[in-house]
């Protein structure tokens, strides 16, 4: 029984994906998200926009860059300004360490941030780390901007119809790699 019991939980543990989950990989180079289905892809977005700052490693709430790392989708808003927003579980515990040691934040922030990943909750938005990164469209802004310009705050930008597409893929737990 104890078996049992352990293999359940073990195969219906969200931290475990398997080969039929559905993934993103967004590629911040090459601005572009790839729908991922183990490590086949399904489908590619093109034309990305990221953080004006680039990407890389976020070091403070404000500095517009898009962070490299594995987050998951925290939430799903579908009546945002943006048309649509697919919150990212940022920071992670990993940017919570860099921070910790670099003394971006304090001991209390660090342990929200762990206990929030820990029981599989969106982390705190509101830290010097930033928050509210996530995938999202245009909603009414400039399609000449976007295709001309990194414009965003740090988050991954598409098109109204991209993200409407890409809507099909997304749930609260879909892994998001950048990098």
């Excluded at 180079?29 to 590619?44: D, W």
């Excluded at 929200?112 to 909603?139: C, D, E, F």
């Amino acid at each position: 029984m104890l078996r049992i019991l352990l293999l359940f939980f073990v195969f219906m543990s969200p931290a475990v994906s398997s080969e039929t989950d559905v993934w993103l990989l967004v590629d911040t180079k090459s601005r572009k998200i790839e729908v991922k289905k183990g490590e086949q892809t399904i489908e590619t977005i093109e034309s990305i926009a990221i953080g004006r700052g680039g990407a890389g490693a976020k070091k403070h709430r404000g500095d517009n860059v898009t962070p490299f790392g594995e987050y998951r989708i925290g939430w799903v808003g579908e009546k945002s300004s943006f048309r649509r927003f697919f919150g990212l579980t940022y920071p992670s515990k990993e940017d919570a360490e860099k921070a910790f040691d670099k003394g971006v934040i304090d001991k209390p922030t660090f342990n929200r941030i762990v206990t929030a990943h820990q029981s599989k909750q969106i982390p705190p938005q509101n830290t010097p780390l930033g928050g509210q990164i996530g995938i999202h469209g245009l909603g009414a802004g400039s399609l000449k901007i976007h295709q001309a310009f990194d414009w965003t705050h740090g988050c991954i930008a598409l098109t109204n119809p991209q993200i409407d597409h890409l809507s099909q893929y997304v749930e609260p737990g879909t892994v998001v790699k950048i990098k």
